[in-house]
């Protein structure tokens, strides 16, 4: 009861205006509207005047948005009259009003429509003979056409929801009317500009702008679409809004200067969606044009700016380039055919067609004070289209659909609630309001233009848009050319589109370039389409648009830093100048060492090679072999065998030839020793003992060797670490044995030791006649050794950080190797098979010598040191070689014989 009172107290004070302001009769009351009588009225709302200034209510006449929408509506009744097919025997008359393009005017006009449901109480009222008044009953309006504003729509719309009075719009396309909980008895034919908004949202995404600016002009229209537009941004994240802008409604002077001079300090959001009527639209290109900036911006405007000539009228060049959207519409010819006959004297029923005669034709039907010559006087012989521009206006299609759409729900009313009843059944003398919502809510039909009318459950119909880009050709001609549709989805020509000049790529409009490949996007605090890029350093490689992350460790980044890429894996190769050389000393040492072996095995039997101690000889050679086959052990490609190998040889050559050579120094340091104190041979210095010696101290490497292959056993890794430098295209992994530099140095501590220990008897048995013995060429072999080592160390465990450690690693080790073979090679059997092979006179039997005879020789030191020089070579270093061999038979032939102290 509260909410209708406040309404009713309303209209009736509203009706008391309207009876006190027609005292003279009925054709002053209808004076600014339109009057067709008929069983069911319709009311309609057009702006045929523009809004009026200086405090008038209406302003001059609007030909296409007011009279040829205002005669659509005339010309589709009259078609629903003449149709046998929909409310046959029912006419349909009109009630329209100008709503004069001002929302508060139209509001107090739509009061109108509601009058024949207000219960007027004229008791009170007489006439000058006292009788009561005879009030002109009003026209009951079943439903209404209109209103074009949004805003005119929205005002009328919650007084005729309070009567239930249906109401179709033609034009207005504001989102919040789709709220049916407060416009529940608004509907439409044209879609929300909610979906027109997702269509241009659709058609920056689709061009590639993510950064924009919005301008709307001040009202419901504009605002409430700039609104929409930031609210689907924000929902589908590509586009960011850099400034929103309002034209006011007044503007003053130099304020869309100051407009263009506010969208140019964000210079990279090139895009401009606009929501403004055509005179701001046109005013706004003109103010582009004097800032210099003609192809600066790139204009996307709603179907306010559609394919209108009047806003780009002489901006044509800033508005090359424009997309603007418009419901998707076809010319209807028989609207064209009707309009074009329309004339003074068989159109008198459009109490505004005679101003529209006027501006149309630029002319005057009668003239009031003094005749302007500029002027002339109209015939009333003019014609529309032939004495006239003529353009069918964009929004005939829906005015004539909206009529047909409450014709429909009418006649389908009818068929339910008159079933056979020809003309009007009791049941339709008063309709219900809510009633008639439910069939025009439930109407299907195709409409003039052919295309589906329909309404969703808020009223709207289904969003349909033609997609238009304002070109000028090459041949200087200029318009808007269709590039693509929107329904539901956006099916954009580009091809089709043309933004001016030579270049036919889409112009940009965004905040930051898109990142290189390997670039992340750091994104500006509050602004997700604008950021910063870094690139993905080192071993990051880009997981997303904004996310760097690390590469798995067998893993790089690829050349363009979007995946992560397996490590080359390498190895040393044979061709390498890290291999060659090592494997070049190795070949050399190998073929010296086969020829030793093989001239001594050829002259097994002479003094030189008896007297050596072939025993020992042949061991110490085989380990000098060893030591420099392992070079070819230490390149190879790895594998468990090789591995295996490894393990067991690197330590083995070195072993053996250091345990024959500490077993030789050994006997010599204790016969001299021995021979201090007495004439008797020392114990274990026949060649069995020494081999026993030999290989006892052999197999200790062995035993290690074998422990280290059950505690852990030979297999390969790839190792990624030792290459890992810090440009990952230079990575590499490592393909080698799992040997550690410590196991390494643990496999050749053995020999090493055994090296040491060699050494320490060389320097004991230093004093020993060169004469008698092979101490001081073992001892100058030891000291070469053990610097060669001494040098190895640092190169080794130095190199460890080095991404060359594989190459450094292992040529060091390999050419230590050889250089510690090779010096025992040269030093100890270089100078006999020099004899041997070049003075065989010298490799000849002496006479045999005691062990006493010998002893008391070594201890006559200065006078043998003196005679040595004075020996042959071949006699230096036999005798006490000779003496050793206590344990052969008495026929054997030596240089010298032991045979008195065999035991």
């Not at 790089?556 to 390498?576: V, Y």
Request: hydrophobic residues 40%; glycine residues 6%; charged residues 20%.
């Amino acid at each position: 009861m509260k909410r209708a009172a406040c309404p009713r107290w309303l209209l009736a004070a509203r009706c008391c205006w309207l009876l006190a302001a027609v005292p003279t009769g009925h054709g002053q009351e209808h004076a600014h509207s339109i009057r067709l009588e008929g069983e069911l009225i319709l009311g309609g709302l057009f702006p045929v005047h523009s809004r009026g200034s200086a405090g008038a209510a209406c302003g001059e006449i609007k030909k296409e948005k007011g009279i040829h929408r205002m005669e659509a509506m005339l010309h589709a009744v009259d078609q629903l009259n003449r149709d046998p097919d929909i409310l046959a025997n029912i006419t349909l008359g009109v009630r329209i009003l100008d709503t004069c393009s001002r929302d508060t005017y139209a509001l107090e006009q739509s009061l109108t429509f509601v009058q024949a449901l207000i219960e007027k109480d004229a008791t009170d009222v007489r006439c000058a003979s006292g009788e009561p008044p005879i009030i002109a009953k009003p026209d009951k309006i079943v439903g209404v056409i209109g209103a074009s504003a949004s805003s005119v729509s929205i005002m009328v719309a919650n007084i005729l929801r309070l009567f239930k009075i249906p109401q179709i719009s033609y034009a207005s396309t504001a989102p919040e009317l789709s709220d049916n909980s407060r416009y529940d008895f608004f509907s439409r034919v044209v879609p929300p500009d909610s979906y027109q908004v997702q269509a241009m949202v659709d058609i920056v995404t689709a061009l590639g702008w993510n950064y924009v600016s919005t301008l709307a002009s001040e009202g419901n229209y504009g605002e409430s679409g700039v609104e929409a537009f930031m609210h689907i941004s924000r929902e589908t994240g590509n586009v960011c809004i850099a400034q929103s802008l309002k034209i006011p409604r007044e503007p003053r002077q130099g304020e869309f200067d100051k407009i263009i001079k506010r969208l140019l300090e964000t210079p990279n959001a090139r895009g401009i969606i606009i929501f403004a009527n055509e005179d701001d639209i046109s005013r706004l290109l003109e103010a582009t044009r004097r800032s210099n900036q003609t192809k600066h911006f790139l204009w996307v405007g709603s179907d306010s700016w559609g394919s209108k000539v009047a806003p780009v009228h002489l901006h044509e060049e800033v508005a090359e380039g424009a997309v603007t959207i418009l419901p998707k519409r076809a010319s209807i010819e028989g609207f064209d055919r009707y309009f074009r006959s329309r004339t003074l004297e068989n159109n008198r029923r459009n109490v505004w067609f005679a101003e529209f005669w006027e501006e149309n034709f630029n002319c005057k039907l009668s003239w009031h004070g003094k005749r302007n010559s500029k002027i002339k006087k109209c015939t009333g012989l003019e014609r529309i289209g032939r004495d006239s521009s003529y353009e069918q206006e964009g929004k005939v299609q829906f005015v004539i659909d909206a009529v047909y759409s409450m014709a429909h729900a009418l006649h389908n009313m009818h068929k339910e609630l008159c079933p056979g009843y020809v003309g009007l059944c009791p049941s339709m003398n008063s309709i219900d309001g809510r009633e008639l919502l439910q069939f025009i809510r439930a109407i299907n039909f195709n409409g003039s233009a052919g295309t589906p009318v329909m309404f969703n459950i808020n009223g709207d119909a289904p969003g349909r848009y033609d997609i238009y880009q304002y070109q000028i050709t090459n041949t200087s001609s200029h318009g808007y050319r269709v590039i693509g549709q929107w329904t539901d989805n956006l099916h954009l020509n580009v091809k089709d589109m043309h933004w001016g000049g030579v270049d036919p790529t889409i112009p940009q409009s965004v905040c930051s370039l898109p990142c290189k490949a390997g670039e992340r996007k750091k994104t500006v605090k509050g602004v997700p389409c604008c950021w910063h890029c870094e690139r993905c350093e080192g071993y990051h490689y880009l997981a997303d648009e904004s996310t760097c992350q690390m590469c798995p460790f067998n893993r790089k980044p690829n050349t363009n830093g979007t995946d992560c890429q397996l490590i080359p894996i390498i190895k040393l190769e044979w061709h390498s100048p890290w291999a060659i050389v090592p494997v070049f000393i190795a070949m050399l040492g190998i073929i010296a060492t086969t020829f030793v072996i093989t001239t001594f095995i050829r002259y097994n039997e002479t003094p030189i090679v008896r007297a050596s101690g072939r025993e020992l000889s042949y061991v110490l050679l085989t380990g000098i072999f060893l030591c420099y086959a392992v070079t070819f052990l230490m390149i190879a490609t790895p594998d468990i065998i090789l591995c295996s190998f490894r393990r067991i040889f690197l330590g083995l050559g070195m072993c053996i030839s250091y345990a024959a050579l500490l077993t030789k120094t050994n006997r010599i340091h204790r016969i001299f020793e021995q021979g201090k104190a007495s004439v008797s041979a020392p114990k274990f210095i026949s060649p069995a003992s020494q081999l026993v010696i030999t290989f006892s101290l052999i197999s200790l490497q062995l035993l290690g060797v074998f422990i280290w292959f059950a505690v852990d056993p030979p297999h390969t890794i790839v190792d990624y670490g030792e290459q890992r430098t810090v440009d990952p295209e230079k990575a590499r992994g490592v393909l080698k044995c799992d040997i550690s530099d410590l196991s390494l140095i643990c496999s050749l501590g053995y020999s090493i030791l055994l090296m040491v220990t060699c050494t320490v008897y060389a320097i004991k048995t230093r004093g020993v006649p060169e004469t008698f013995n092979e101490a001081k060429p073992i001892g100058f072999t030891m000291y070469t050794t053990c610097i060669i080592w001494l040098a190895f160390i640092p190169i080794f465990f130095g190199t460890a950080q080095s991404a060359e450690k594989m190459y450094i690693q292992t040529t060091t080790l390999t050419i230590s190797m050889s250089l510690s073979a090779s010096v025992s090679l040269g030093m100890l059997y270089m100078p006999k098979v020099y004899i041997i092979i070049l003075h065989p006179e010298q490799n000849m039997q002496k006479r045999k010598r005691s062990f006493k005879a010998v002893v008391t020789a070594a201890t006559m030191t200065t006078k043998l040191s003196q005679k040595a020089s004075e020996r042959p070579n071949g006699e230096v270093k036999t005798e006490l070689c000779e003496s050793l061999e206590t344990n052969t038979s008495s026929t054997k032939t030596t240089y010298i014989s032991y045979s008195n102290h065999a035991n």
